[in-house]
C-alpha cells in the first residue's frame, strides 16, 4: 500500500514478562489492521547511557534517534513508576529532540500494577507537547497489570480493544497538519541545542 505511515512503538520497560511490551505488540496490530507498518523499539536492546548534554549521542542513541526520525508517528508505552514514566523511556527521550518529534503524532500507553496510570500519560504529553509533538487525545492506559494479561494476551477484550484502536488512530491521525508552535517547545532551548 503506497504512503503507508510507519509508526515506531518504543517499549520504556525492562522487564522480560513485560505488560507493556505485550500492550505495544497488540497497538502494533492495530496499526497494522489500520493500513500502517508498525516496529517495535525495545529498550533492553539499545545501549544507552545515562543522557549526558556534554557527550552527545553515546551507545546505540544514533540508531535509536534514526528510527524516530525516520517515523512517521510513534506510541510511547511505559509501565508506570512512583507516578511518572520509566527511568529507562526517559533516558531514550532525552538523547531525541525535535529532529525526532516536532510535529509528529504521539499515541501514549501506560500501564500500572495498581489503578489508573494516568500521572506518567500527563508527564509524557508534557514531553511530547515541549518538543512540538501533536499528542492523541486517545490514550490507553492498562491497569491492574498483575491480573489484565496471561499468556500474552489481554484477559479482557474491552481492554484489548481500546489497546488495539491507540495503534488505529495513531495512523488515522499520523499526517495531520501540525499545530502552531507550542508555548512549552519555545521555552525548550536544551533540545535545541
Not at 35 to 52: I, K, S, V
Request: charged share 25%; proline share 5%; hydrophobic share 40%.
Amino acid at each position: 500500500m503506497p504512503n503507508q505511515p510507519h509508526v515506531v512503538a518504543i517499549c520504556g520497560s525492562l522487564r522480560d514478562a513485560s505488560v507493556t511490551r505485550t500492550a505495544l505488540e497488540h497497538a502494533a496490530a492495530g496499526v497494522e489492521e489500520a493500513g500502517g507498518t508498525a516496529e517495535l523499539l525495545d529498550l533492553r536492546e539499545f545501549d544507552l547511557p545515562l543522557f549526558d548534554a556534554d557527550e552527545g549521542e553515546a551507545g546505540d542513541a544514533p540508531e535509536l534517534t534514526g528510527r524516530v526520525r525516520e517515523a512517521d508517528a510513534v506510541v510511547l508505552g511505559t509501565p508506570m513508576y512512583h507516578g511518572s514514566y520509566s527511568s529507562v523511556l526517559k533516558t531514550a527521550l532525552d538523547y531525541c529532540g525535535f529532529d525526532e518529534f516536532e510535529n509528529k503524532t504521539v499515541g501514549l500507553l501506560a500501564v500500572s500494577g495498581g489503578r489508573f496510570p494516568v500521572t506518567a500519560m500527563d508527564h509524557l504529553r508534557s514531553v511530547c507537547r515541549a518538543l512540538d509533538a501533536w499528542v492523541l487525545p486517545y490514550e490507553a492506559a492498562v491497569p491492574r497489570s498483575h491480573s489484565t494479561v496471561s499468556g500474552g494476551e489481554f484477559v479482557d477484550e474491552e481492554l484489548r480493544d481500546r489497546v488495539v484502536t491507540l495503534g488505529q488512530q495513531t495512523v488515522r491521525y499520523a499526517k495531520i497538519e501540525p499545530c502552531p508552535a507550542t508555548f512549552e517547545s519555545t521555552e525548550n532551548v536544551g533540545a535545541q541545542e
